[in-house]
């Protein structure tokens, strides 16, 4: 009895030992199978797709060909009775930093960038505006007094000129070709520190702030992340081949300091401008003549619109731009040149670029139909 039981016992220990042994070959082989297929896929950093970043994130050959051309501007602005406090530096009429009552003139600073090799440097208006003077540092340390050419309240742009030559300068980019997504960097000179360069991306394009007053005759920021502060007004915001894209503007922040968002004046705006106030000496507006509403939902259901897209014109003035062109009240405009308009500030953009006399492609929609026609510019009185 005892003998078969041992047996019974063996047998299942026997049939046990072989199941584990042909478990452990299955799963062996299922094993190295999984293995094998997963050694035969690339490996991928999660950080970026295809392991690697692209190459244009290098940004020291942008950062060389820039910050070179980027210049400091400390200006003055006449003698005061109020308080100048040189540790928050700014001007406190009311003394709330601290600082004692002064004769010293007002202080303020910004940037500005080379575009010609002789001296000619484009800045913000506001950086310059009814100063007393002018002080304008290159990269090198080379200090120069400088001489105010023209400014541009609207666009709040000015430029200025020194006596130099063979200066670095910087050359224009295209804003129109610029991307949302697309490498940037911010060069300027914030708080004072000198020659600063941050990276970022171009966030949005065609922003309209309304920042610049009744005055402004358009506002198309390119929004970017770069770290922009106090002083960097005035400076450059560049792509990764280091050609000028914009002019920083403004921050958006609730304490006056970088909190996320900054904006810069597209360069094709500043490219026209400045040659205005080269040839002119002011600034040359075009005018279409026309008041328009952008399209929204409700808009569009409201109009039976099978879209939300383009611009509706509301009104049309007589004998404008538009009028002799032939558009309409309720026409529906959704390009203007090679530019496809959704917002009065892609519109706005499209129009200032141009001068009186340039002839410009407008198409639009009217009854659903599209259609194209040739408007001359005329001069804004």
Do not use: C
């Not at 039981?5 to 062996?28: H, R």
């Not at 094998?36 to 950062?63: I, M």
Request: hydrophobic share 40%.
């Amino acid at each position: 009895m005892k003998t078969k039981k041992i047996l019974f016992l063996l047998l299942i220990a026997f049939a046990g030992g072989m199941f584990a042994f042909s478990a452990s070959l299955i799963v062996g082989k299922v094993f190295v199978k999984r293995t094998s297929v997963q050694s035969e896929l690339p490996v991928y950093n999660t950080f970026y797709p295809g392991g690697k970043l692209p190459e244009n994130t290098d940004f020291t050959v942008a950062a060389e060909n820039s910050v070179h051309a980027v210049v400091h501007i400390q200006t003055e602005y006449g003698s005061t009775t109020g308080t100048y406090n040189d540790f928050f530096g700014g001007w406190d009429p009311w003394g709330l930093n601290g600082g004692g009552l002064s004769n010293a003139p007002v202080k303020a600073s910004g940037s500005g960038v080379i575009l010609s090799d002789d001296g000619y440097i484009v800045t913000n208006n506001h950086v310059v505006q009814d100063a007393t003077l002018i002080e304008v540092t290159l990269n090198d340390k080379r200090t120069y007094d400088a001489k105010l050419i023209g400014a541009d309240e609207g666009s709040d742009l000015a430029l200025i000129k020194i006596d130099g030559k063979d200066l670095p300068y910087m050359a224009y980019g295209n804003s129109d070709s610029v991307k949302v997504g697309e490498w940037v960097l911010a060069v300027g000179n914030p708080f004072n520190l000198t020659s600063t360069v941050t990276a970022g991306i171009i966030s949005a394009k065609a922003r309209n702030l309304n920042i610049l007053g009744k005055n402004s005759t358009v506002e198309s920021f390119l929004q970017t992340d770069a770290a922009v502060n106090p002083g960097n007004s005035g400076g450059a915001l560049v792509n990764t081949d280091g050609k000028l894209i914009g002019i920083n503007a403004a921050i958006a922040s609730n304490t006056g300091s970088y909190a996320g968002y900054s904006f810069a004046i597209p360069v094709n705006i500043v490219k026209k401008v400045v040659d205005d106030l080269l040839q002119y000496g002011e600034v040359q507006r075009a005018y279409l003549g026309i008041v328009f509403e952008e399209i929204a939902s409700k808009l569009a259901k409201e109009k039976g619109l099978t879209k939300v897209k383009g611009l509706l014109v509301t009104s049309v003035v007589e004998g404008s731009a538009a009028d002799n062109a032939g558009i309409k009240e309720n026409d529906i405009i959704v390009q203007i040149g090679s530019t496809t308009v959704n917002s009065s500030a892609e519109l706005l953009e499209s129009v200032v670029i141009h001068r009186p006399g340039d002839k410009v492609y407008i198409s639009y929609l009217r009854d659903g139909v599209e259609a194209k026609v040739e408007v001359t510019m005329q001069n804004k009185s």
